[in-house]
């Protein structure tokens, strides 16, 4: 994939899908022996329904011994037809939910969810889903399900009743511009409670969400003017947006300032007490003030970031990796008197995988699962999930017109790889999100059935994700047939602000298009932890007719500012923080031409906005599949330091490129070092030098696939390859077999050059390593073992 070198770069491209495959059917023979029990139903009255204006869904069960068959069938009491319906409930105590038909069943705890299938979606004015109704295996009692609802209604299509109003309503505690009321928690009804509105003179003042049970639920009114009397009321509002009466009011008079000017003293002992790479925790002693500490607040630099109540710690999130910031706390008294600030503290965040860890990340070709035969699956079978810190899934493509992440095509590159339309509008969502894996394929065991709305790769993700919490999925933008438009699409605010926010609407908020019955709003939400960008490259010639011009280097970090930004704002909403990573070249002249690297010279650099880049430590030398690139010659592809024997005028090696970096200013724990799982080869190789280095070539030795000449697997290698003798220059620290004169010659990386690589980065201070790409390793995972050993 990636080629340092200044004329040439190897390619990582995604190849022709191998064909659709048909979608498996539904549960033939198991479904017709229940459905013919369900022909014999003898069923238990439900609650009879009430005429209503929506959907209805009706409860209904027989027992069958051992187990109970359950089910509800959705009538239509509408005008109109009724396109789409979720059904939801609750199972009651003892209770235990079995298979579910003719619908597509999500359960958390014993709430169960259901949408309809394909086939029972739509349900005609005046009709019904007979007979194609939901139904499903229970066991334990025949006790009706709990809280039915459809499509967000009751089931038995009566009204909502409102929540009750609050109670006990009375003034906690005032300042000159705040009054804080005190209330007994509302009693829910059909719905939840959700939250609470709090009136001041019939408008509405403040909100607060939560508070249910037997404690006491608190909310404050700011914005207030001092000395003035106030009325206020509370509503309850539960999750169905339902809202109660107005409890009973209570008047309360805020503080005069004149009462009170002496301000209280600096909060003392301001301290650290934990951090991550995105926060850091924050403790100091209570101080004390006659008239009573109304709160604290946290600065940050000079800017307000927080404030408190009486609490003496807080969490101050939203923050960036390995960055020095400045806090002070002051206090407020209940007649906002503000004290001196406290004695400062700075405190340096986290890299992104914590002090003594060390990040691995581990590409996921998008295409392994076709010739490769590399799944998900495949990551927790050979042991490298559980060692895996990160996954980047490659890769997404840019739309050429519309300048945006392109998903919802199924579309394969071209053969040839100096067409420079070789990846224009390319994409794969049949593999990402569309295929049907078998039980045998899937992480979990559980085969899809082809009609869920998200199957393919991004729902192996999602299951490998449930087992292995750790992990960190982002999803790689570009690559090397996929960075044509780049240069496009970072030329103007406008259009950078357009493509990362339609990246982050597909891939972090999850909304897939529609594909083949697949996709959807949500439906991949959750699976990608952040953005990886693989723009190859900026400033510089890539792929053939990649566009590029000196524009690209500023573009470039003006392109990261805004993913930053626009993660950030998504932050603010959902609370988690967002990982921003790259891919960047060893080429110092790519890095010159195309990456602000500098962290020394008071302009912005790419670094102040990404959590951590993947240096290449690969490709430094290869032939081309085409027999380009450099076809005639052998040499090393990711030697750790430069070989002695090398006859070329420019050094590529391992130690010049991280050091490249550091030189700039770039931390250590922001750079993790490129490890190939792969070998490059040449054929026809002359006798001499040192057991063929550096010899003449005759071009790319055969490869592990028709399309991709010089390439092999590491594990394929070391089946395919007979006679191959295995050499280590340990000047260079270098891996490389020789079949003898005439034959082929190959360079990798094996567990010895990879534990001397892992000891060299450990004292660099390096964050770790990154992977291409993860289906070159052995069944049993010896490449990652060898790396999980090293670090």
């Given at each position: 994939m990636f080629l340092p070198h200044a004329h040439r770069?190897?390619?990582?491209?995604?190849?022709?899908?191998?064909?659709?495959?048909?979608?498996?059917?539904?549960?033939?023979?198991?479904?017709?022996?229940?459905?013919?029990l369900a022909s014999l139903f003898v069923t238990l009255p439900a609650n009879p329904a009430r005429a209503a204006a929506g959907l209805t869904a009706t409860f209904s069960t027989t027992d069958n011994g051992s187990w109970h068959l359950d089910k509800y069938i959705i009538r239509n009491g509408t005008a109109n037809a009724v396109n789409g319906w979720t059904l939801e409930f609750d199972l009651p105590p003892g209770v235990t939910l079995g298979n579910g038909y003719n619908g597509v069943v999500t359960s958390s705890g014993t709430h169960v969810k259901v949408t309809n299938a394909h086939y029972n979606g739509t349900i005609p004015a005046g009709g019904s889903t007979e007979p194609h109704s939901f139904w499903f295996i229970a066991y334990g009692s025949n006790a009706q399900p709990l809280n039915c609802r459809i499509n967000g209604d009751k089931c038995d299509g009566t009204p909502d009743r409102a929540p009750g109003a609050?109670?006990?309503?009375?003034?906690?505690?005032?300042?000159?511009?705040?009054?804080?009321?005190?209330?007994?928690?509302?009693?829910?009804?059909?719905?939840?409670?959700?939250?609470?509105?709090?009136?001041?003179?019939?408008?509405?003042?403040?909100?607060?969400?939560?508070?249910?049970?037997?404690?006491?639920?608190?909310?404050?009114?700011?914005?207030?003017?001092?000395?003035?009397?106030?009325?206020?009321?509370?509503?309850?509002?539960?999750?169905?947006?339902?809202?109660?009466?107005?409890?009973?009011?209570?008047?309360?008079?805020?503080?005069?300032?004149?009462?009170?000017?002496?301000?209280?003293?600096?909060?003392?002992?301001?301290r650290a007490t934990a951090k991550t790479s995105a926060s850091v925790t924050l403790a100091w002693n209570a101080v004390t003030d006659p008239s009573g500490i109304a709160g604290y607040d946290i600065y940050r630099g000079g800017t307000l970031v927080l404030s408190t109540t009486t609490a003496t710690t807080v969490v101050v999130t939203?923050?960036?990796?390995?960055?020095?910031?400045?806090?002070?706390?002051?206090?407020?008294?209940?007649?906002?008197?503000?004290?001196?600030?406290?004695?400062?503290?700075?405190?340096?965040?986290?890299?992104?995988?914590?002090?003594?860890?060390?990040?691995?990340v581990g590409y996921f070709v998008q295409w392994g699962i076709y010739g490769r035969q590399y799944f998900v699956k495949n990551l927790d079978t050979s042991g490298a999930a559980a060692k895996l810190t990160h996954i980047n899934y490659a890769f997404a493509n840019l739309d050429p017109v519309n300048l945006t992440c392109?998903?919802?095509?199924?579309?394969?590159?071209?053969?040839?790889?100096?067409?420079?339309?070789?990846?224009?509008?390319?994409?794969?969502?049949?593999?990402?999100?569309?295929?049907?894996?078998?039980?045998?394929?899937?992480?979990?065991?559980?085969?899809?059935?082809?009609?869920?709305?998200?199957?393919?790769?991004?729902?192996?993700?999602?299951?490998?994700?449930?087992?292995?919490?750790?992990?960190?999925?982002?999803?790689?933008?570009?690559?090397?047939t996929y960075s044509k438009y780049f240069s496009d699409a970072a030329a103007t605010p406008a259009s950078r602000e357009k493509l990362v926010r339609s990246c982050l609407d597909i891939y972090i908020k999850g909304n897939l298009p529609n594909y083949n019955g697949a996709g959807g709003a949500g439906v991949a939400a959750g699976i990608f932890d952040g953005i990886d960008l693989d723009w190859e490259w900026p400033g510089a010639e890539g792929h053939p007719g990649n566009h590029w011009g000196p524009q690209d280097k500023a573009n470039n970090t003006a392109l990261f500012a805004e993913f930053r930004r626009q993660l950030d704002e998504l932050s603010a909403g959902t609370g988690k923080r967002y990982l921003l990573t790259a891919f960047t070249p060893a080429d110092p002249a790519k890095i010159d031409a195309g990456w602000d690297i500098s962290k020394t010279d008071g302009t912005p650099s790419v670094f102040d906005y990404m959590d951590f880049a993947n240096v290449q430590g690969y490709d430094f030398h290869?032939?081309?599949?085409?027999?380009?690139?450099?076809?005639?010659?052998?040499?090393?592809?990711?030697?750790?330091?430069?070989?002695?024997?090398?006859?070329?005028?420019?050094?590529?090696s391992v130690e010049l490129a991280v050091q490249t970096y550091l030189d700039a200013g770039v931390h250590p724990r922001q750079?993790?070092?490129?490890?190939?799982?792969?070998?490059?080869?040449?054929?026809?190789?002359?006798?001499?030098?040192?057991?063929?280095?550096?010899?003449?070539?005759?071009?790319?030795?055969?490869?592990?696939?028709?399309?991709?000449?010089?390439?092999?697997?590491?594990?394929?290698?070391?089946?395919?390859?007979?006679?191959?003798?295995?050499?280590?220059?340990?000047?260079?620290?270098?891996?490389?077999?020789?079949?003898?004169?005439?034959?082929?010659?190959?360079?990798?990386?094996?567990?010895?050059?990879?534990?001397?690589?892992?000891?060299?980065?450990?004292?660099?201070?390096l964050l770790g390593v990154m992977i291409w790409e993860m289906s070159g390793d052995t069944a049993n995972g010896s490449l990652m073992s060898a790396l999980h050993t090293g670090l």
């Open positions: 770069g190897a390619a990582r491209r995604a190849p022709q899908p191998r064909g659709a495959v048909r979608r498996a059917g539904p549960l033939r023979a198991a479904a017709a022996a229940l459905l013919l609050p109670t006990g309503v009375t003034v906690a505690g005032r300042t000159t511009k705040t009054v804080t009321l005190n209330w007994t928690a509302a009693v829910a009804t059909d719905f939840p409670i959700a939250g609470y509105d709090i009136y001041r003179d019939g408008t509405l003042a403040a909100s607060v969400t939560g508070g249910t049970g037997n404690v006491p639920v608190t909310g404050t009114v700011s914005g207030l003017t001092p000395n003035t009397t106030y009325a206020f009321t509370v509503r309850a509002k539960d999750t169905r947006g339902n809202v109660s009466t107005d409890s009973a009011p209570v008047s309360a008079t805020t503080l005069n300032p004149a009462d009170d000017t002496t301000p209280p003293p600096a909060p003392g002992n301001l939203g923050l960036a990796p390995l960055t020095p910031y400045t806090f002070t706390v002051k206090a407020r008294d209940n007649y906002d008197n503000v004290s001196p600030a406290s004695t400062p503290v700075t405190v340096t965040t986290d890299d992104a995988v914590g002090a003594g860890n060390h990040a691995k392109l998903q919802g095509v199924t579309k394969g590159t071209t053969p040839d790889p100096q067409d420079p339309d070789q990846g224009t509008g390319a994409g794969d969502a049949e593999a990402d999100y569309g295929r049907p894996f078998s039980a045998a394929q899937s992480v979990d065991g559980v085969a899809d059935t082809g009609w869920e709305p998200m199957r393919g790769n991004f729902n192996q993700l999602k299951k490998l994700k449930a087992k292995y919490p750790h992990l960190k999925v982002l999803i790689s933008i570009g690559g090397w290869g032939a081309g599949s085409d027999n380009s690139w450099e076809p005639n010659r052998t040499g090393h592809q990711g030697n750790l330091y430069r070989d002695e024997q090398d006859p070329y005028p420019f050094e590529f750079l993790t070092l490129g490890v190939p799982f792969y070998a490059r080869g040449w054929q026809g190789v002359a006798a001499g030098g040192v057991n063929g280095e550096w010899q003449a070539a005759n071009g790319a030795a055969p490869g592990q696939f028709a399309e991709e000449a010089g390439t092999r697997g590491y594990s394929n290698l070391l089946a395919m390859v007979p006679n191959c003798t295995v050499h280590h220059d340990t000047q260079s620290v270098s891996t490389y077999c020789y079949t003898g004169a005439n034959g082929t010659w190959w360079t990798y990386d094996d567990p010895w050059s990879i534990g001397l690589k892992t000891a060299w980065l450990k004292q660099q201070g």
